[in-house]
C-alpha cells in the first residue's frame, strides 16, 4: 500500500472549503438582497434577510457535496472567518461612532447596562438548576459551571448585529438608537470580560486551547500591554502619515494597505490566546484619530466591502448553523425556554432602568427586545461548554437556534422604533427656542468649494461652544462632476490618479481637495469632529433630495446652507450659479427643522472675518483688542424686530454667545409710540361665566425677558434698542451696522411685524433671505459683515380625518396640538 500524503489532503480541503465560502457567500448575498426585496417595504432591517438566505442555503447540503471531511458544525468552517469579520466591523463602529454624543447618554446606558446584566445574571442563576438535567452531558464536571456559562449566555448580547441593524435603520443619530447601541456594547464588553476571567479561574479545566489556566492568565495580560503600547504608537503613526498626504483627500494604496494590516495584526493579540478580541478593535477604533487622509481612506475602503460582502457573509452563517437533520423537540423547546429567559431578564431590567430614569415602559420593552440579540456572541461559551463538558450537543444546538430567534424577532421591534422616531422628529417643533441652553445642538451644513467653507466652518466653530460635548457636525461638500475634457469619463475627485511629480503643487490647487484640507485644518485646530459627506452636484432637485436623505439620518437641530451669492473683491455680491439658489428655496421650503443661509463676505475690510478658526487667528485681526492680547474677539449683531424667526435669531445668537470669543449684541427696533407698549405684564380679568382669564404676555417680549435675564444682567451681552418711525428708519439701522460686527444675524420674515416691513418687499429679490437679510447680503460696503438669516421650522400641517386616523395619525395630530397649545394666549383657570 502506498502512503498517504496528508498535506496533499489537508491542501485539497483547504482549497474546497475556500470553493465553498465563496460559493456559499454569493449565493447568500444574492438570495439575501432577493428577500428583503419583499422586507424592505415593512422596514425590517437587512439581516434578517441574510439569515432566512443563510437557513435556505444551509439546507442545500452544499458542504458535504463539495468538503468531504467531517465538522461538528458551520461554526467550525466559518469560526475564522466571523471573528475577522468582528475585528474589522467593530473596529470601523469605534471609527464611526459619535465620541461626543455617546459620552452626552453614559449615565443613561450605565443604568440600562447594569440593570439588564445584573437581572439577566440573577435570573440565570435561579433556574439554572432546574435546567442542569436538561442541559448536562454525562458526566458532567459541575452545576456551578452550567450556571456560569449560562449566565454569560443569557446577559450577553451582539454588538455587532445591534450596531448594524442601528446604523441601517438610521437610527445611530437618535437618543433611543445611541441609548440601545452604547448598551449594547458595554454588555458585550462586560460579558467579554467575564467569560475571560471564568476561563482563567481553576474550576475551568486544566487546559484550554493548548494553555493551562494560569498560562491564559499571563498571555492575556501580556495581549493588554502590547495592545497598550499599539494604541500610543499609533497615533503619532497616523499623525506622520497625515503630514505626508496633507491637502489630500486619501492616503496611497500602500499606506493603506500596511494600516488596514496593523489593525488586523493587533487585534488578533486576544484571539491568539483564546480571548475575544471585539473590545481591542473598538477601542483601536475609538483610539483613532478621525482628522486628516487616513482615517478617510480607512472608512472608505471598510465600508463597502463590510456592508456589501462581509455582514452578509457573517449573518448568513449564522443561518448556515441550523441543522435540520438533528432538529428535535428536544432542541426547540429549550431554545424557545432560553429565548424567553432572556426576553424575561433584559426587559425586567431594562423597565426598572426606565422607571428610575422615567422613561415610558413600552420603549423599555423595545429596548430589552433588542438587547436580547445574540448572534455570534455566544459561539466562545458555546465551545467552551462543550469542551468542558457542560452541556450535551443538544443544548448546544438549542443555543444556536435560540440566537438565531432572539436576532430575527428583533428586525419588527428595531422597524417600530425606527417609526417612533421618524414620527417624533417630523412632527415636533425643532425650534432653538424651546430647546435648553446645554442641550446639544446637532448641526448639518454645506458648501459648495473651497472659496466658502472656511466661514461656513468658523461659524460651526462658533455654535460649538463645547468642542467636547459637541455631537460629530457633518458637512455636505458638493463637488463639481463636470468633465474636464469630452473624453475623460467622470470620476470622483478622490480617485483620480495625481501626478506623483508634482504631487504638492496640483492637488492644493484642485478646489475639490482645498475643502478636504480646509476640514482637517479646523478639525486639528477646534478638536471637533466634522465628518465631510462628498456629493455629486447634479442640478438642485437631486442635491434637495441629498440633503433631505441626509437630514433623515444625521436628524439635525440647525440646517446651514450658503448663499447662492458670493463676494466679489470689490464688496458687490455676484451671482455664479442661480441652481443653488434653487436649492436654497427648496431644502427651506421642507426643511424639518430650523435652516439659516450664510452670506459670507470674506472680503472684510476692517476687523475679524470668518474665515479662521479663534483658536489659531491671531490679535491684529481682532477688532478691538489691545495689541499684544492673543485672544479673539468676534462682535456679532442679532437684529431683533419679532416673529417667530426673530424669536429663533435670539436663541442662535445667544448659543453663540456661550463662546468666549464672540461678544455679542441684540439690536430691537421698534416703533416710537410703542415703545411704552412693550413693558406690558399680564393682567386678569373676570369672565361672565365667574372664571379668570390670564392674559399671558407677548412672546416676544418674554424673548426679549429672559434675553436681558440670563445674559444682559449677567453682563454675558449687550442690548440695544432702536426706536424707528418706519420702515425707512429700519433700513438705515441696518446700513449703521457695517464696521461694527463680523457677523450679522436676521430672520427671514414673513411673520414679522407689518408695521417694521411693510414696503420693503421691493428690496427682496431672493425671497429665501427676506427683505432684512436682503438689505444686510447686498451691501456693497467692505466694512459689511457676513450675514446669517435663520428661518424657524413652520408647523407641520395636520393631517386630515379624525385624530389616529392612520398610520401614526393619532400621535401626530397630538403632537401639533400639543404645539399649537404654547401659542395660546390664554388659558382657562
Not at 477604533?285 to 482628522?291: K, S, T, V, Y
Not at 423597565?351 to 427586545?369: E, Q, Y
Not at 413693558?679 to 434675553?707: K, L
Amino acid at each position: 500500500m502506498q502512503p498517504i500524503r496528508c498535506d496533499s489532503t489537508v491542501k485539497n480541503v483547504a482549497l474546497d472549503t475556500l470553493f465553498l465560502i465563496v460559493l456559499q457567500a454569493a449565493v447568500v448575498i444574492a438570495l439575501g438582497k432577493f428577500i428583503h426585496l419583499g422586507l424592505r417595504r415593512h422596514n425590517l432591517p437587512s439581516a434578517t434577510s441574510q439569515i432566512l438566505a443563510g437557513i435556505i442555503v444551509g439546507s442545500l447540503g452544499l458542504h458535504d457535496m463539495i468538503v468531504h471531511v467531517d465538522v461538528a458544525n458551520a461554526e467550525d468552517t466559518y469560526g475564522g472567518y466571523v471573528s475577522e469579520a468582528r475585528i474589522f466591523y467593530m473596529f470601523y463602529v469605534g471609527l464611526e461612532a459619535d465620541v461626543a454624543a455617546l459620552w452626552n447618554d453614559i449615565r443613561r446606558a450605565t443604568i440600562f447596562t447594569y440593570a439588564s446584566v445584573a437581572t439577566c445574571l440573577l435570573l440565570a442563576a435561579f433556574v439554572s438548576g432546574g435546567m442542569y438535567g436538561s442541559m448536562m452531558h454525562t458526566p458532567v464536571r459541575s452545576p456551578e459551571m452550567l450556571a456560569a456559562v449560562l449566565m454569560l449566555s443569557i446577559a450577553d448580547t451582539a454588538s455587532v448585529d445591534v450596531s448594524r441593524m442601528a446604523g441601517e435603520m438610521r437610527l445611530a443619530a437618535t437618543p433611543s438608537g445611541r441609548l440601545v447601541v452604547a448598551t449594547a456594547i458595554a454588555t458585550n464588553i462586560i460579558c467579554i470580560v467575564g467569560e475571560g476571567v471564568f476561563s482563567c479561574m481553576k474550576l475551568a479545566s486544566s487546559r484550554i486551547l493548548d494553555y493551562s489556566a494560569p498560562q491564559r492568565l499571563g498571555l492575556g495580560v501580556l495581549s493588554l500591554v502590547k495592545v497598550g503600547a499599539a494604541v500610543l504608537l499609533l497615533q503619532p503613526a497616523v499623525a506622520f502619515i497625515n503630514r505626508r498626504n496633507a491637502g489630500r483627500h486619501r492616503v496611497g494604496n500602500w499606506e493603506l494597505v500596511l494600516l488596514l494590516a496593523a489593525v488586523h495584526f493587533i487585534g488578533n493579540f486576544p484571539q491568539q490566546v483564546g480571548f475575544d478580541g471585539m473590545p481591542v478593535s473598538l477601542l483601536l477604533g475609538l483610539a483613532f484619530p478621525r482628522e486628516g487622509p487616513v482615517a478617510r481612506s480607512i472608512m472608505d475602503a471598510l465600508e463597502y466591502p463590510l456592508h456589501a460582502l462581509v455582514l452578509p457573509l457573517y449573518f448568513g452563517a449564522m443561518g448556515m448553523r441550523l441543522n435540520f437533520s438533528v432538529m428535535s423537540g428536544a432542541i426547540l423547546v429549550p431554545a424557545i425556554l432560553l429565548t424567553l429567559l432572556g426576553l424575561i431578564g433584559k426587559c425586567a431590567g431594562t423597565m426598572g432602568a426606565a422607571r428610575f430614569l422615567k422613561i415610558p415602559a413600552t420603549d423599555a420593552l423595545r429596548f430589552g427586545v433588542l438587547l436580547n440579540i445574540k448572534g455570534h456572541v455566544n459561539m466562545i461559551d458555546m465551545s467552551l461548554a462543550s469542551s468542558e463538558g457542560i452541556w450535551a450537543e443538544q443544548a448546544l444546538m438549542a443555543m444556536v437556534v435560540g440566537s438565531m430567534i432572539s436576532t430575527i424577532i428583533a428586525g419588527p421591534v428595531f422597524a417600530v422604533v425606527f417609526r417612533k422616531e421618524k414620527e417624533a422628529y417630523e412632527c415636533s417643533r425643532q425650534a432653538l427656542e424651546d430647546m435648553a441652553p446645554d442641550q446639544e445642538l446637532r448641526m448639518l451644513a454645506c458648501v459648495h468649494g473651497p472659496h466658502g467653507a472656511p466661514g461656513m466652518l468658523s461659524l460651526l466653530e462658533l455654535l460649538a461652544s463645547k468642542p467636547r460635548e459637541q455631537p460629530a457636525i457633518h458637512v455636505i461638500h458638493f463637488f463639481d462632476v463636470a468633465r474636464k475634457n469630452a473624453n475623460a469619463a467622470p470620476r470622483p475627485y478622490h480617485r483620480r490618479v495625481q501626478d506623483s511629480e508634482h504631487k504638492l503643487m496640483d492637488r492644493r490647487q484642485e478646489a475639490t481637495t482645498q475643502v478636504n484640507w480646509a476640514v482637517d485644518v479646523f478639525t486639528c485646530a477646534t478638536g471637533l469632529v466634522i465628518r465631510q459627506v462628498d456629493a455629486g452636484d447634479r442640478g438642485s432637485a437631486v442635491n434637495a433630495k441629498t440633503v433631505r436623505r441626509w437630514t433623515e439620518d444625521v436628524r439635525p437641530g440647525i440646517l446651514l446652507l450658503p448663499y447662492h451669492r458670493e463676494q466679489h473683491y470689490d464688496g458687490t455680491m455676484v451671482c455664479r450659479r442661480e441652481e443653488r439658489r434653487q436649492l436654497n428655496a427648496e431644502v427651506l421650503e421642507r426643511a424639518p427643522c430650523t435652516a439659516a443661509i450664510l452670506a459670507d463676505r470674506p472680503f472684510r475690510r476692517c476687523g475679524t472675518s470668518l474665515q479662521l478658526p479663534t483658536k489659531i487667528s491671531t490679535s491684529t485681526e481682532a477688532a478691538g483688542n489691545q495689541q499684544g492680547d492673543e485672544k479673539v474677539t468676534i462682535h456679532i449683531a442679532a437684529v431683533f424686530l419679532g416673529g417667530p424667526d426673530d424669536r429663533e435669531v435670539v436663541a442662535l445668537a445667544c448659543r453663540l454667545a456661550k463662546n468666549d470669543s464672540v461678544r455679542l449684541t441684540v439690536v430691537r427696533c421698534v416703533l416710537c409710540e410703542n415703545t411704552r407698549e412693550h413693558d406690558r405684564v399680564a393682567a386678569t380679568s373676570p369672565d361672565t361665566d365667574g372664571e379668570v382669564s390670564v392674559v399671558v404676555q407677548d412672546p416676544d417680549e418674554e424673548c426679549v425677558s429672559a434675553f436681558h435675564r440670563e445674559y444682559v444682567a449677567k453682563e454675558r451681552a449687550a442690548y440695544a434698542e432702536k426706536v424707528v418711525t418706519g420702515p425707512m428708519d429700519v433700513v438705515e439701522a441696518l446700513r449703521g451696522m457695517a464696521g461694527a460686527f463680523a457677523l450679522v444675524v436676521a430672520g427671514r420674515g414673513g411673520r414679522q411685524p407689518a408695521e417694521l416691513v411693510v414696503g420693503l418687499e421691493g428690496w427682496t429679490e431672493c425671497a429665501e433671505v427676506g427683505p432684512i437679510g436682503e438689505i444686510l447680503a447686498s451691501d456693497p460696503s467692505l466694512e459689511m459683515g457676513s450675514v446669517l438669516v435663520v428661518q424657524q421650522k413652520t408647523a407641520s400641517p395636520v393631517p386630515p380625518g379624525p385624530a389616529g386616523a392612520g398610520a401614526g395619525g393619532g400621535d401626530l395630530t397630538q403632537c401639533e396640538v400639543q404645539n399649537g397649545s404654547q401659542k395660546e394666549n390664554s388659558r382657562k383657570i
